[in-house]
């Protein structure tokens, strides 16, 4: 008989509704959240990317305002010639996704801004925009 119930929560809880807190997410008052990339796997920068997407088709692309910012190790999820990322890059972008990269981190790895993904943006500091985002109200995700 308690085999039956936990069955029946895990079931119910699997099928729940989530609510949404206020305000709801909408083109006006989109969620927004930063995207922490800074480990190099394969691995650790597939998952970051299908984080943001898990949350983009969870909220509508319309409904979310998104950064990825990769530093240190993680910038490798940037380069053009990483061919594993560049196409799941270019999707995000399409969904207005905005993909950083930390100018320090570039020039202690010396990659220059040709090798970086057509479309990625470089800023001085990369954990810098992260804080100045949280600052902005973005909530800062690191998977």
């Not at 206020?22 to 597939?46: C, H, L, N, W, Y």
């Not at 509508?60 to 990322?85: C, D, S, T, W």
Request: glycine share 6%; aromatic share 10%.
């Amino acid at each position: 008989m308690r085999a039956l119930f936990w069955l029946v929560a895990v079931v119910a809880l699997a099928w729940g509704e989530l609510e949404f807190a206020q305000p709801k997410p909408t083109m006006d008052a989109p969620r927004k959240v930063v995207f922490v990339m800074t480990q190099g796997s394969d691995e650790e920068i597939q998952h970051v990317l299908s984080s943001a997407n898990n949350v983009l088709k969870f909220y509508g692309p319309e409904n979310v305002q998104m950064h990825i910012v990769g530093y240190y190790h993680g910038i490798r999820g940037l380069l053009a010639k990483e061919k594993a990322f560049v196409e799941r890059v270019d999707t995000l972008m399409q969904y207005d996704v905005r993909f950083i990269a930390c100018g320090n981190t570039m020039r202690t790895k010396k990659i220059l801004e040709s090798d970086l993904i057509e479309g990625v943006e470089v800023v001085t500091a990369g954990i810098a925009h992260v804080i100045e985002r949280a600052q902005e109200g973005y909530v800062v995700v690191k998977p």
